[in-house]
């Protein structure tokens, strides 16, 4: 097998002509974040802003020239824009009118019929607005309830940098394709799954661009046969940043949920993240409160650490609903680190029983505005 380097690469792209310009990506200058790892290639295709989603066919045609060569494994292109306006300032300053560099082109247009996230009926974003609270274990958790509310459900890790889900769910092992361009997800516990940790090694940390997270993003979504599915879950990783605003912008998302701790602390992060959904109207289902109180196994005598009601008196501040809330509880943290999470271990427990609550609550607000899933919102940075 023939070993890919960038020259072959650039080869293969210097072949590929826009058909706009008349020259090829190579010589237009158009190319970039270009990165090589085990077969994987992957490489941003940059375009005039105002071409959006027009751009789409060069993207597949520059994918399919890489894909042909000997020894590529998987391609991820994405489209980047450039704003034709004069910056008029340093790199901090390059939020002007119009799409930010490095946003995916066209991404205030539909999401493209006949991809794998077309065959979803509603997309819900399990997000928080910093990073241990629990939000994985509640979105896998949510996940198992869903679907033992009779919900087919899906779970789409979309943590690209830290990866949770295949050791949370108790699946390991790499997807299957058929055609070399759709992957099978894989299945835990009867739902289907789809990570970033299926695709690189569990210690191998993924040091990516924006741009590379996007494109890895869309075709996590797209590019997985999901299946008709009632329900996905798409754990978010923390914070407000590109991954939020990429699926914010194509996954049609029908709602979030948003994971806090009681303390003000985390209450303030979540806000952040509440607001963030509401910019890009996508409907906030409401909050949920993790971690809320410890109930000692042995004495029995319950124990407010990080306070307790915090998210309950956010909510109604906020004028989200409340959707529930989860105790402190080693056998969550155990069940969830060996595999097996709370729902699937224990189902006639009080903790699933406490998911399964949640769960209806979000089915009921999804039917509450059962209008199909909402257009992709149009983000405009000013």
């Known amino acids: ?141 949510l996940t198992l309830a869903l679907m033992a509310e009779g919900a087919r459900t899906g779970l789409l890790d979309a943590d690209i940098y830290g990866p949770s889900m295949p050791r949370m769910m108790g699946v390991r092992g790499k997807p299957t394709t058929a055609d070399g361009k759709v992957l099978d997800p894989m299945v835990g516990h009867g739902v289907k799954l789809m990570s970033m940790g299926f695709l690189v090694d569990e210690e191998t940390p993924m040091i990516w661009r924006g741009p590379m997270v996007m494109s890895a993003l869309q075709q996590l979504l797209q590019d997985v046969d999901w299946g008709p599915l009632d329900v996905m879950v798409v754990d978010m990783p923390p914070g407000t940043g590109d991954a939020q605003l990429t699926l914010a912008q194509t996954a049609r998302l029908a709602g979030a949920v948003i994971v806090s701790t009681p303390q003000d602390i985390a209450l303030l992060d979540a806000r952040k993240g509440l607001n963030m959904f509401r910019k890009v109207d996508v409907p906030v289902l409401g909050i949920v409160e993790n971690m809320s109180y410890f109930q000692c196994p042995h004495c029995g005598e319950r124990s407010d650490i990080f306070s307790h009601g915090g998210a309950r008196r956010e909510a109604e501040r906020l004028g989200v609903p409340f959707l529930g809330e989860i105790p402190l509880d080693i056998a969550i943290r155990e069940t969830s680190d060996g595999g097996r999470p709370i729902v699937a271990a224990e189902p006639d427990g009080s903790h699933a029983a406490a998911y399964r609550e949640i769960a209806v609550r979000v089915l009921d607000r999804l039917d509450a505005g059962a209008d199909g899933p909402k257009p992709a919102p149009k983000i405009v940075i000013r």
């Open 1 to 141: 097998m023939a070993k890919i380097t960038e020259e072959r690469v650039l080869e293969a792209l210097g072949r590929v002509r826009d058909p706009e310009q008349g020259k090829d990506l190579v010589s237009l200058g158009m190319i970039g974040g270009l990165t090589i790892k085990d077969g994987n290639v992957g490489f941003s295709i940059e375009v005039a802003a105002e071409r959006g989603a027009s751009a789409e066919p060069l993207r597949k045609a520059a994918e399919q020239a890489v894909f042909a060569l000997d020894g590529v494994t998987s391609v991820t292109a994405v489209l980047t824009a450039h704003s034709s306006a004069p910056r008029t300032g340093g790199p901090a300053d390059g939020a002007g009118a119009g799409p930010a560099a490095g946003a995916p082109a066209g991404a205030s247009a539909p999401a493209p019929k006949g991809g794998g996230a077309d065959r979803v009926g509603s997309i819900i974003a399990v997000a928080s607005g910093k990073g241990g609270v629990g939000k994985s274990t509640t979105a896998a958790n």
